[in-house]
């Protein structure tokens, strides 16, 4: 499903005019014609920063001298962000891990260079906040990634007026039993357009005895009402096959936090090898959406 870009890993420490680890679960976009890369990298404490790269094609990306976020006081690490477009802003959601566990930052920025914090978006225990592009019936709406022994790792959508305040959460889709996703699930990029629905693309995360593998798979949600699922894809659409996807900081994860629709029809999808470095590929936006219509799953 999804054709490898000839030249990966398009991004890696080596390219970092700064000292890192690993360049990884970077979130893309295109602004103003140009491709901008959020991506997290581990410095040599063990904690992540969050770093910005340009490109003009979407994969020769170039990194800024300086990182764009890095803990705050009493913060521990700032993590896997994701960016999506509404009414003329960016909203950049991350994790940030401090000594009362790991919850969801939300910032804005119109320009990539002055960036306004808006508020903490979750209690504890919480990651993956993607939000959609347009609102509905005038509130935003978030898929995200909650943890109770109860629910254990299903992927939820809430909505907010303000983006400070969330609710109406509900539990839209969980792992599946004997499944290539069946540990863990958790949403990837934010959700793309599409005549058919919302596109989602999504990790599932399944335990062997080597450890866990993470994949990529996809969920078409309903375009007037996201919490509708029309059809998750019963097969992964990406899984670690290359040797800096086989093996790196963390073994077996191919990991997303964006993905960029072209004109065109196809879609640039970025992902994290390893945890250590970053890839790119393409696919056809129609064969995703028909993976999700023709091959479904149940969603729960
Ligand atoms: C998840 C997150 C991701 C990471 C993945 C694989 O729980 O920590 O940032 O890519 O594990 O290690």
Not at 224 to 238: E, M, R, T
Request: hydrophobic share 40%.
């Amino acid at each position: 499903m999804i054709k490898r870009y000839a030249h990966n890993p398009i991004l890696t420490k080596a390219d970092i005019p700064y000292a890192v680890e690993t360049v990884h679960n970077a979130a893309v976009v295109k602004h103003e014609n140009e491709y901008i890369m959020l991506f997290r990298s581990h410095l040599r404490t063990g904690r992540s920063i969050i770093g910005l790269a340009r490109s003009g094609d979407g994969f020769h990306f170039t990194a800024d001298p300086a990182p764009f976020l890095a803990p705050g006081k009493e913060e521990f690490s700032v993590e896997d962000p994701r960016v999506t477009r509404v009414e003329g802003e960016y909203l950049i959601t991350y994790s940030v891990y401090s000594r009362n566990g790991v919850q969801i930052a939300l910032a804005k920025t119109q320009d990539f260079s002055h960036v306004e914090s808006v508020a903490l978006i979750t209690e504890a225990d919480y990651r993956n906040v993607v939000i959609f592009p347009e609102k509905f019936e005038g509130l935003y709406a978030r898929l995200d990634r909650p943890h109770s022994e109860i629910a254990p790792w299903s992927i939820w959508i809430s909505y907010s007026p303000d983006l400070r305040f969330w609710g109406e959460s509900q539990l839209i889709m969980r792992p599946v039993q004997y499944h290539w996703d069946e540990m863990k699930i958790g949403p990837g990029a934010p959700p793309i357009k599409t005549e058919q629905g919302w596109l989602s693309i999504y990790h599932g995360v399944f335990q062997t005895m080597d450890g866990s593998v993470y994949r990529l798979g996809v969920a078409l949600h309903d375009l007037q009402n996201p919490a509708k699922i029309i059809g998750v894809g019963d097969s992964w659409i990406l899984q670690p096959e290359d040797p800096w996807e086989l093996t790196g900081y963390v073994h077996n994860v191919v990991f997303t936090c964006g993905a960029v629709a072209e004109a065109d029809g196809t879609l640039k999808i970025y992902w994290g090898g390893a945890d250590t470095v970053m890839c790119a590929g393409e696919a056809n936006v129609c064969d995703l959406v028909a993976l999700c219509l023709d091959h479904a799953r149940p969603a729960k």
